[in-house]
Structures are given as C-alpha cells and as structure tokens.
C-alpha cells in the first residue's frame, strides 16, 4: 500500500489550544451528542484492478465530511475552518514500477477540521476532526496495506491505557483498530483512512479520559458516516 508521509501532523497533535480571552462566560449549556447521519454524496473512487488510483482523482478531503453531517453528531459545533494537510504517497511496491501519476504529493489528502463547542472559557475553535486518507487502490490492495498497518500497529503502538484495540467490523467498514493516543485505522472497498480529533470543551472530560470519550462519541460516528457513502469491499 502507499505510506502516508503528513510533516503537519506533529503540529495538529498540539493545535488544539484553549485561548483565554478576558474574563469568564456564565456557565455553558451541557454539551450534546448526536449520532451518524450521513448526507453527502457517494464516495465512489474506481482505481485499476491490482492498481493504485492516480492522484489527480484522489477526493478533496476537506470536502469529505459536511458541515451538516459534523452537527449531526455535535448539534452545537459552529465556527468551522479548514485545513488540508498534504499527503505523500510512495509506491506501495518497491520490486514493482509504479503507474504514472500514481506516487507523490496530494496537497489535501488530509484535512483537519476545526470549531467550536461550548466552554466555559471562550475559544472560538476548541475542538477538531482530522481526516487523512492513507490509500486509495484496488480493495485487495487496500486489505494488504491494511492488514500491515494493523500488524505495525500491534508491534509498536503504545501499550498501556490506550493499546491496541482490533475492532473489525464493528463499527461498519470492512475493519478497524485504535491507533494511540486516540485514532482510528478503517478501510473499506479502495479506501483506508484514518481519522483523529480531540476537544477541550467542557463536557468531554479531562485530558486522561478526554481522548477516549472523543473517539467513542465523535471519531466514531464519524467513521459510520464515512464508511457508509463508500462502496463495500473486501
């Protein structure tokens, strides 16, 4: 499969700041939680059989996930901005020769979406939603690079609080694993993605359970909205 080389991505780890501004609001209103509610269009990518699809046709993924579908799972979520973050990819086979125009630099492969959720202290983006495609090819392809990542995963990724977790097909792609200090790994049909996030807004707990409680109410449904305009696969 292609690697993913993001050079943000050390710099989106630490983005999410909580800017204090003179004084304090009253007491915000509890924060609000949805569920998955996919409107936008079919995520419909159609690589080569047994080839990676060209970079030119990769999705704009600043443009993957609507505004309505975000409020959809955070009713309160306002103040969007977005980011794309360039994604490198290399040819997922180095004894073979790559197809033209299928290695090298999509410049929004990625994208980091920023708003803002209730608190106490005013921030005007306080939390994020990251989207990084990691591959998009054959779906025999996408299993294999898939099932690496998962093994490298299982290998090197941080034991502890935040270890491994393989979660199949439980949340609706084809397969998933948590990926530390809060990620998600998924891929279905010609598509592996990854998506991340974090808040500081009030009501999504402190920082030690904040990632956690992230991931299974927001990243999640995220997820089931992703995975459910794309086509099925292996």
């Known amino acids: 499969m292609p690697r993913v080389i993001s050079p943000r991505r050390g710099v989106i780890a630490s983005s999410v700041a909580v800017v204090l501004l003179a004084g304090c609001t009253s007491e915000p209103p509890p924060l609000e939680f949805g569920t998955a ?8 990518a159609q690589p080569p059989k047994g080839g990676s699809l060209p970079l030119a046709q990769w999705p704009d993924a600043c443009a993957v996930l609507l505004e309505e579908e975000i409020r959809a799972i955070l009713p309160q979520a306002k103040d969007f901005e977005r980011d794309p973050i360039k994604v490198s990819v290399l040819n997922f086979n180095p004894l073979a020769t790559s197809a033209p125009g299928t290695t090298g630099d999509v410049p929004k492969g990625g994208c980091e979406t920023e708003f803002g959720l209730p608190a106490k ?4 983006q306080n939390s994020r939603i990251t989207i990084v495609f990691q591959g998009l090819a054959d779906p025999a392809l996408v299993a294999e690079g898939y099932a690496k990542d998962r093994a490298y995963e299982v290998k090197h990724g941080t034991k502890g609080a935040e270890k491994f977790q393989d979660l199949g097909a439980s949340l609706g792609p084809t397969g998933c694993f948590t990926k530390a200090p809060g990620a998600l790994v998924c891929h279905q049909g010609p598509y592996e993605f990854e998506v991340d996030g974090s808040s500081t807004a009030d009501g999504v707990g402190e920082y030690t359970e904040s990632r956690k409680n992230w991931r299974e109410k927001v990243l999640v449904p995220v997820v089931r909205t992703l995975s459910a305009r794309m086509p099925a696969g292996s």
């Open 37 to 44: 509610k996919p409107s936008g269009p079919r995520l419909d």
């Open 121 to 124: 202290y005013v921030s005007k």
